[in-house]
T-cell receptor, first 112, second 112 residues
């Protein structure tokens, strides 16, 4: 158990809908990262937060947004969903940027 | 930008066989290099890392040496076990960067 909790584990929704994925980092970790894993693209970095502030942005679509709350949990919001958004979304946390990452078990999103 | 290239999978080996998974990288400066492992249904876990040239990371019988002259960080294990079946990801953290860049992953299956 990495100590990083992601909910829900599975999410099935329809095109055009909006969903929210939630992540609770390990106790004491200030950095949260979101990654998207798909068969064709591999593991793609989406966005990183550190202590509530956005620190780095990767290949995140404009339809996607995220935030980190004062209690350090983070949410990834995906809107106007398309079939191609179906993927495994991972959250990871670390004590500080660049340190060892601890990954959650992921949320499997299926867009039908 | 930074990139990681690792050998295409899947790789299937018999138990006790020797394992090599090739990984090469492109980065400016002196990145840190990592191998992460993903067991079925789980998130990624750090397997080993090396932070400077000629460093050797090792863990659970796996080894990888940071070779700056060949920009490589190949993963090796002398005798694989069925329990090593997983997907292995090579990754780098660029100098001054806050997020990891991952390779596409190599699936290893070890058969008894």
């Amino acid at each position: 158990d990495s100590g990083v909790t992601q909910t829900p584990k599975h999410l099935i929704t329809a095109t055009g809908q909006r969903v929210t994925l939630r992540c609770s980092p390990r106790s004491g970790d200030l950095s949260v990262y979101w990654y998207q894993q798909s068969l064709d693209q591999g593991l793609q970095f989406l966005i990183q937060y550190y202590n509530g502030e956005e620190r780095a942005k990767g290949n995140i679509l404009e339809r996607f947004s995220a935030q980190q709350f004062p209690d350090l949990h983070s949410e990834l919001n995906l809107s106007s969903l398309e079939l191609g958004d179906s993927a495994l979304y991972f959250c990871a946390s670390s004590v500080d940027p660049g340190n060892k990452l601890f990954f959650g078990s992921g949320t499997q999103l299926s867009v039908l | 930008g930074d990139s990681v290239t690792q050998m295409e999978g899947p790789v299937t080996l018999s138990e006790e066989a020797f394992l090599t998974i090739n990984c090469t990288y492109t980065a400016t400066g002196y990145p840190s290099l990592f191998w992460y492992v993903q067991y079925p249904g789980e998130g990624l876990q750090l397997l080993l890392k090396a932070t400077k040239a000629d460093d050797k990371g090792s863990n659970k019988g796996f080894e990888a040496t940071y070779r700056k002259e060949t920009t490589s960080f190949h993963l090796e294990k002398g005798s694989v076990q069925v329990s090593d079946s997983a997907v292995y990801f090579c990754a780098l953290l660029g100098a001054g960067s806050y997020q990891l860049t991952f390779g596409k992953g190599t699936k290893l299956s070890v058969i008894p």
